[in-house]
Structures are given as C-alpha cells and as structure tokens.
C-alpha cells in the first residue's frame, strides 16, 4: 500500500518534516506556534509564513481580487497577532499563469495594501514567478515592543479562556457561496474579507494572557493546539458561544435553500477562518470589552463543551 502525506495528516506532516530541522540560538520560539520568534541583531523579531492557493483558499469567482489581497494580508498579520506583536512588515511571494488578467493583479494589489494599512504594516519586498495555479505566500514580521511572546504553551489550570472577533460567519458564508446563494450577507462579506482585531493581540499580552492563537481551522480544534501544548483541559461554556445572530440568519437561508447546513453552534465550534483571537488568562484579569469569556481550563488534556468531548472537527489539508 503507499504510504502517502494523506495519512499522516496536516499535523503529522508537519510534525515530520519539522523533526529533523536545525534549531539555534538564533531561533527563540520554533515550529508549532502562530509565528516563530528569532533573534534579530540585539532584539527579537516574530515571522510567519502562510500560503493561499488558488481553489483551496478562494475562487475567482467567490471573491474578488480585492477580497484576495485583504484576505491574504490579514490570514498572516492575524498570525503575528496571535503572538502579542504588533504586525510591522509583510513580504509577498506571487506564483501566476501568464493568462492572469492585470486588473486582478491591481485589485489584488489594492487589497493586500489596504489590509496592511489597517494593521499598520508596510510592504518590504517578495518574489514573483509564472505557475499553472495562482498561488500566494505571504511571510509577515511583528515587534513585540519588549514583552514575551504569548505562545500556546502557557495556559495554566484556573485561567479563563476568551475570544475577540467573530466566530462561525466565514465558515457559513463558505456554505452560502457553496450553496450558490446571493449576497447581500455579512456572512459572505465575513469570509472573503476577514477582520482580525489586530491591536487586541497585544493588548492581551499587556494584560498578562498565558496561552494565545488566532482561530484559523476552527475554535475546538485550534484550542486543541493550546490545550496540547499547554499540557491541559479546556472545557467550553456553550451558552457564551452562543451564535450571532448573522450566523442564525445564513443557516436558516441555507435551510430554506435545501442546502442542508450545519448546526449554528457548529459554525462556531468548527467553521474555521475566523481569524478571531483565542486566548487564556488569569481569572482575575479584568477583560476589555472586546473579549468574551467562553470557558475554563483545567486540569487533564482536551477540549469539551460543557464537559462533553466535543464532537465537530475543524479543517485539514490533508484528510
Ligand atoms: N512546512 C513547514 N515547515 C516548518 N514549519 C511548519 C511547516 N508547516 C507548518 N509549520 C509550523 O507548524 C505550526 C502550525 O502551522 P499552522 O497550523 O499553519 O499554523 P497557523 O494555523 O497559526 O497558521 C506553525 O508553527 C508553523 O510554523
Ligand atoms: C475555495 C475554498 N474552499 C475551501 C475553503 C475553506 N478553507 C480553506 S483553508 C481553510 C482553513 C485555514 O487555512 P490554512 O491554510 O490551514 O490556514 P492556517 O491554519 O495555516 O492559518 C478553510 C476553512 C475556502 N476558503 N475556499
Ligand atoms: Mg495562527
Ligand atoms: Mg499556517
Ligand atoms: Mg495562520
């Protein structure tokens, strides 16, 4: 039988490849968080890498170029983000077909720039090729003004778990252009453009948050990575998650459509591409109005809903 990356999985397939890779003094926080932290001279810069890919990560057709840039710029900045940094620089890798028209390049462009201004980043460089898939690789680099990094391992049994940002409205925007089914909708509007809250990353590292991410392959699975490496349970309190009421709203025009949705509180436990920020904190930490508590962590390993294992999972590229 082949032995294939499909079975091992995304996370598997990372946890190979990265097993063997040197790690120096250079490098102060590895593979496995939002972003790597390296030595930068006297200080320290946090640096990230995600790709999209053409009819994995969006479609011509569902988003426009527009939507791309800003989308692609925000997937990485959410990343540095989730570290407690604040997003300085962005370098941008395009792989095109030749018969790429040069209005979607301009839109692309006209994205990607307004993205990064809104997080006050600024483009320093990239690299540009011709390939058959239209494919974008964006690296992103972050200061963290002289404070630590929150990583994913720092979550502490009695902290309260909270999220900034919306949960569930991309993944059920997904349904509805799935589903063939016209905007408007802020759930469409949601997933072609998400809206990381980029300054609540640093705000919470100033608020003393023990464990950090930005919600990219679904809110149970991506507490997962902090309830792992943390060495802890989380258990999540499903009337605080409950869903918002675009989120009611699309399922029920998903229904009405025969589409056959998922349940609203699915969405939000397993959508994915929110890009809201996961984050735990001492219970004594008096959280700004952004952030809503929804659950605890304690002691033991996994994530449940109301004491539940719970069920729905979130995305992998491989499975
Ligand atoms: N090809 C790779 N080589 C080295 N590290 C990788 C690779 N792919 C993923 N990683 C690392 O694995 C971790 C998880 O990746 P990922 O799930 O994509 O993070 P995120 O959801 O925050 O974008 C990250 O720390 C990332 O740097
Ligand atoms: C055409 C299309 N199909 C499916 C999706 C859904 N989708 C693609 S990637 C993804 C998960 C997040 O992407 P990933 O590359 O894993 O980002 P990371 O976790 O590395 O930040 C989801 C939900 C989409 N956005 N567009
Ligand atoms: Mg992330
Ligand atoms: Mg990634
Ligand atoms: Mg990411």
Known sequence: MLNTIGALGEFGLIARLTAGFPQTDDVIIGPGDDAALVRAGDGRVVATTDLLVEGRHFRRDWSTARDVGHKAAAQNLADVAAMGARPTVLLLGLAAPPELPVDWVDGFAAGLAAECAAAGAAVAGGDTVGAATLTIAITALGDLGGVPAVRRDGARPGDVVAVAGNLGMSAVGLDLLRAGLPGPDPCL??????????????????????????VSDGLLQDLGHIAAASGVAIDLDPAALRPASEVEEAVARLAAAGADPRRPLDYVLAGGEDHALAATFPASVRLPGRWSIIGRVDAGEGVTVDGSPAAPSGWDHFS
């Open 189 to 214: 509007d949601e997933h072609r453009r998400p809206r990381p809250p980029y300054r609540e990353g640093p705000r919470a590292a100033a608020l003393g948050a023990s464990a950090m991410l930005d």
